[in-house]
């Protein structure tokens, strides 16, 4: 075949082709299994899975909190292997959140907890009341000992991997810190 300049498609760039072909495959095939309520909620899982997996950290990637292996996973030998973990729909006291994120803390031998809430239009912000639930609902997390990143549905369409960076670096910092 030929590539986008008229070459036929050798060395590297036929390696490029397949690597885009090999990852957009990835990236479809886990689409209907990806967690979360919404379509930007599932985007954002699928932005952040694209990021640690096709740019790899420092450190361990992620792993998925579900409910057969919560038990077993918030120990320290988890966290060797995987000291950033991520867990979707969590209950809050009487909240639940889109997702939260877990780093482990070597130093201290504690989780730091990031919720982050994927704003669609229709259910935030649209109103004053609205507006002002989610400022209340992100005081009380602050309280209960999270850090809270809200995306809106504006900013997960227009650049997801840039917002999945994002909370990369915040784990990339809580590490640090």
């Known amino acids: 075949g030929l590539n986008l300049r008229g070459r036929k498609n050798y060395g590297f760039d036929k390696l490029t082709e397949q690597a885009v072909e090999y990852v957009t495959s990835e990236l479809e095939s886990m689409r209907p299994d990806c967690s979360g309520d919404s379509e930007i909620e ?7 899975y694209a990021r ?3 740019q790899p950290l420092d450190q361990p990637g992620f792993f998925v909190v579900k409910d057969d292996n919560r038990d077993k996973i918030f120990n320290y ?10 867990e979707s729909q969590v209950h809050i006291g009487n909240r639940r959140v889109d ?3 877990y780093v482990y803390l070597l130093e201290s031998s504690n989780w730091k ?9 229709d259910f935030h912000e649209r109103t004053k009341e609205q507006a002002a639930n989610d400022r209340s609902r992100d005081r009380s997390l602050q309280l209960d000992g999270y850090e809270v990143f809200r995306f809106t549905g504006s900013e997960l369409w227009r650049d997801p991997w840039g917002c999945a960076d994002q909370v990369i670096e915040w784990c990339d910092k809580a590490v640090m810190s």
């Open 77 to 86: 030998d988890w966290a060797k292997q995987a000291p950033f973990l991520i």
């Open 113 to 121: 907890k990031l919720v982050v809430e994927c704003d669609g239009h």
């Open 42 to 48: 599932r985007l954002f899982y699928l932005a952040l």
């Open 99 to 101: 997702f939260v994120v």
């Open 52 to 54: 640690t997996t096709f």
